[in-house]
């Protein structure tokens, strides 16, 4: 069965990519195999320089593989014109668009620059792909609005909404959800999302936003060191793959909280009492102040509890004990005034 | 405004008789004067109004730059130099009869050929140079570099090759035989059709040579065309009509301000209306109609240009790197 008659959209095959620089190559990672399906939401994460920015551009046909092949529907890369290539996949950079005088429904309209002729003139279909990608954009306001005039995550949703115009079966994005606030972060994720579900869309990003990358989507490309790893977000979990994103060993990934923290050295030990999330935070609280919290018995205790007035901390040891303290806050802070070895 | 360009001029004449001239058979005392001088200088001055208004169109365009002009960014000068190079070098060579005929050719083609190889100059650096302002100084730089090679070759050449050479400079629109008009003519007809060719390109180029690329522009051609035209055009204009400034970069913003628009297939036709309107307009003022007088045109071009050219810079200050 060949790729056209499946589900693969994209695959590729042993694919170098990097620069040329005169006459010498430089690979920035190992050959690499992988595919992809339609309708999958794909994250693609590594540090910072590890070569993300180039696979995507490699893969969305600008810039030229060193080796390999990158196959579209069956189809080698290099076997399509750059028409055809805008007919199959489409790109947004992380290059901020600021063009005086245009207006989103402008910038969206040129997504259908593909398949006008040389007039530019727009038929019933364009106009129809223009109208859909305004309304999954939620830009429906906004259309006649100049995109110098938009905020970042609203222009960032124009970019996306002319993507959708150019209506491709592969939707490649270099870091979508960078510079935005949390609430225009997840609303991009959840329109990425929608795209891929509804519209059978396989969709390429690269991002840095690990907690999205778990929760949303189907697929992590995770490349350390000069490896991709491939899998489900939770395989690459499970099998500690997140500890090699950076090569820096102080950088640890916390599998239970789904991020990243610097590695600490704990050099006393506590027992926290309470239950669930007034303990959860606590803990978090002691883990900050460089203690490991042990369930066995240990000198020091910290009980959380509630009574009328609320939520309160009691610190004791051999020797010492707490007032009813009202806050983590306060309760660090006396810690801290026992100088504790 | 084309006809106020006949109507008035340094030689005070009445309508009725412009009228007569034009419309009737009837001779007049001057009738000369506007067969002669006044239509074909109203002429020149459609189309080199048009020629760089849509060339620094285009270059703002392509160099995603606000502040390109054919003007600024020295690509003028390029074409200055181009022409000091057959006035000044080669015109001992021919003689005043061979320069008639065979000479206008060349003049412009020099002229496209110092344009040219200055765009490239300037493309190359406005690659390695991402900030707007700097590229600007750059080509002002640029301009500045050929202007004194230009005048160490005046200084060189004999006295009546550099008077023809100055008055050149000047810049001056009435000034042209109707055979480099001819010449004049067909080459801005054939940079505003290729123009006319790129406009799709040219708005998908808006968004900056990658995402051109992905949404299928095939650059190599792109560059060709946009690059072939500005240079016919702006060149051409440099050739017979001296280095005249700041319509190149003003016009484009004026008709973003009027028309509200970053569409080509709109901002074209307004820049080459709106061009050749303001150039007419320049040409009216620097007769100083009714004095007797006649400014340099380049003092009026300047003084319409450079407001527009303050307004573009502090704005762009706001956007930080806005186009």
């Known amino acids: 069965m060949t790729d056209s008659e499946n589900k693969i959209i994209l695959r ?17 990672l190992h050959p690499l195999n992988i595919c992809a399906e339609r309708g999958e939401l794909i994250a693609v994460i590594g540090a910072n320089g590890t070569g993300k920015s180039t696979l995507l551009k490699t893969i969305a046909g600008l810039l030229p593989p060193l080796g390999g092949e990158i196959l579209i529907d ?40 593909p ?60 870091e979508p959800t960078a510079f935005l606030d949390i609430r225009h972060r997840y609303e991009i994720i959840h329109l990425l999302r929608t795209l891929s579900a509804e519209k059978n869309k396989t969709i390429l990003f690269s991002t840095h936003d690990l907690p999205v990358v778990i929760n949303e989507c189907d697929r992590v490309w995770l490349i350390a060191g000069q490896n991709v790893f491939d899998g489900a977000p939770e395989d690459i979990v499970l099998k500690g793959l997140l500890d090699k994103l950076f090569s820096d060993e ?5 599998p239970y909280d789904a991020n990243f923290g610097y590695k600490k050295e704990f050099r006393k030990e506590i027992n926290i009492y309470g239950n669930g999330f007034e303990k959860h935070w ?25 009574d009328s007035e609320g939520l309160f901390w009691i610190y004791c040891d051999k020797n010492t004990r707490s007032l009813k303290l009202r806050s983590v806050y306060d309760l660090l802070k006396w810690i801290n005034t026992l100088q504790l070895k | 405004m084309f006809a106020l360009d006949i109507i008035l001029g340094s030689v005070t004449i009445r309508i009725s008789d412009v009228l007569k001239t034009i419309f009737g058979n009837a001779y007049t005392e001057y009738s000369s004067i506007i067969i002669k001088f006044r239509i074909p200088k109203a002429i020149t001055a459609l189309l080199a109004g048009i020629a760089l208004s849509v060339s620094g169109l285009q270059m703002q365009t392509i160099f995603r730059n606000p502040m390109a002009g054919p003007y600024v960014l020295g690509i003028s ?24 005929t065979f000479g206008n050719w060349a003049l412009a083609a020099a002229s496209w050929l110092g344009a040219g190889i200055v765009m490239i100059i300037m493309m190359y650096i406005s690659l390695k140079v991402k900030d707007i302002l700097a590229v600007l100084i750059l080509g002002i730089m640029l301009s500045g570099g050929i202007s004194s090679i230009v005048s160490i070759m005046q200084y060189f ?17 009435g000034n042209l035989s109707s055979a480099q008009l001819k010449v004049m003519a067909a080459s801005i007809i054939a940079g505003i059709l290729l123009t006319l060719i790129s406009l799709k390109m040219l708005n998908v180029l808006l968004l900056g040579e990658t995402y051109a690329e992905s949404l299928g522009l095939n650059l190599k051609t792109a560059r060709i065309l946009v690059f072939t035209a500005t240079c016919l055009l702006t060149g051409t204009v440099t050739a017979f009509c001296g280095p005249i400034g700041f319509i190149g970069i ?3 913003h004026i008709a973003r301000i009027i028309f509200r628009t970053s569409d080509h297939y709109l901002l074209v036709p307004s820049v080459i209306l709106l061009g050749g309107i303001i150039m007419l307009f320049s040409d009216i003022v620097s007769q100083l109609p009714g004095t007797g007088k006649i400014l340099p045109v380049n003092a009026v071009t300047s003084l319409v240009g450079i407001p527009v050219v303050i307004w573009v810079v502090l704005r762009a200050r706001k956007y930080s790197s806005a186009l």
Do not use: H
């Open chain 2, 250 to 252: 003003a016009v484009p």
């Open chain 2, 77 to 100: 000068a390029g074409a200055s130099l181009g022409v000091a190079f057959v006035i000044l070098g080669f015109s001992e060579y021919f003689s005043p009869y061979s320069i008639k």
């Open chain 1, 282 to 306: 606590t803990e978090k609280a002691f883990n900050r102040a460089g203690f490991r919290c042990v369930s066995n018995k240990t000198d020091n205790e910290v009980t959380v509890a509630q």
């Open chain 1, 250 to 254: 102080d950088v640890v990934f916390n």
């Open chain 1, 115 to 174: 398949y006008t002729s040389w007039t530019g003139r727009l038929k019933e279909k364009d106009y129809e792909m223009i109208n859909c990608a305004v309304e999954k954009t939620g830009l429906k306001n906004m259309a006649q609005r100049f995109i110098n005039e938009l905020s970042d995550g609203e222009r960032q949703k124009a970019m996306i909404a002319r993507l959708i115009a150019q209506d491709t079966d592969i939707m490649i994005m270099d």
């Open chain 2, 157 to 173: 050449s004999n006295e009546t090759m550099l008077k023809s050479y100055v008055i050149w400079t000047m810049g001056s629109l």
């Open chain 1, 12 to 28: 590729i095959n042993s694919l170098l990519i990097g620069y040329r620089k005169g006459k010498e190559v430089r690979p920035l």
């Open chain 1, 74 to 113: 069956g189809r080698n890369l290099k076997e399509y014109t750059r028409g055809e290539i805008a007919t199959k996949s489409g790109f947004v950079s992380t290059e901020q668009v600021k063009v005086d005088s245009m207006k989103v429904t402008d910038l969206i309209e040129l997504g259908r620059y």
